[in-house]
């Protein structure tokens, strides 16, 4: 029997076929479902259900009562704040079965998505955006884009680090914890 690499609690419902990375931990009465991929050092809090066929990179933090549903890639270094969720299908109705419509969002490396977000399928969250807690998010989010709101707006920019960017008169802002540069040209946002 090949010796398991990750941690799950005793609570913890593996189903068959998944792939789960080196230093993972599932904790208390999660439900990871057929044929995911887990990248490495993933955490999954309490009460989270990762459906059949879901892929997480490497470092994706799940707060507890996350559902993520089948369609949803997150990539390296994503935090899914408590509560959040994705949904899969745009038209659901309880009477008709349409397991064979669902629609693929993708998250980007870094991304954050606060406490009770939802977001709703078909879109791409981009690299280290910020999704404020609460937000229901319709559209695409530009990398480094700060939206909040029901609907989700766009209010500003956030660093790598998860700070708000101040762009000074030649459109170069610096993050306070990082110190490092960026650029806002174009209505985009990027490192220097």
């Known amino acids: 029997m090949e ?20 230093g993972t931990k599932i904790w208390h009465f999660t439900h990871v479902m057929p044929d995911c991929t887990l990248g490495k050092n993933c955490n999954l809090g309490q009460n989270v259900v ?3 066929g879901v892929v997480l990179g490497n470092n994706v933090k799940v707060q507890n009562n996350v559902s993520i549903y089948t369609g949803v ?10 509560s959040m969720v994705f949904t899969n299908i ?6 008709v079965v349409r397991k ?11 991304a954050t998505i606060g406490a ?18 609460g937000a229901v998010v319709i559209r695409d989010v530009p990398p480094f884009a700060l939206v909040v709101g029901n ?7 956030m660093s790598e680090y998860g700070h708000k960017l101040e762009f000074d008169v030649n459109n170069i802002a610096v993050c306070p914890e990082s110190k490092e540069e ?8 990027s490192k220097r």
């Open 100 to 110: 064979d419509q669902y629609v693929k969002t993708l998250v980007k490396k870094g």
């Open 50 to 52: 990762i459906s059949p």
């Open 73 to 82: 890639v997150c990539e390296d270094d994503v935090f899914l704040g408590p």
């Open 182 to 189: 960026y650029i806002l040209e174009s209505g985009k946002v």
């Open 151 to 157: 609907p989700a707006k766009h209010i500003g920019w």
């Open 116 to 133: 009770n977000a939802t977001i709703v399928c078909g879109i791409e969250i981009g690299e280290f955006a910020f999704i404020g807690a």
């Open 3 to 22: 010796e398991k690499n990750y941690f799950s609690h005793e609570t913890a419902v593996i189903d068959p076929g998944c792939v789960i990375g080196e």
């Open 90 to 95: 745009v038209n659901p109705r309880s009477a």
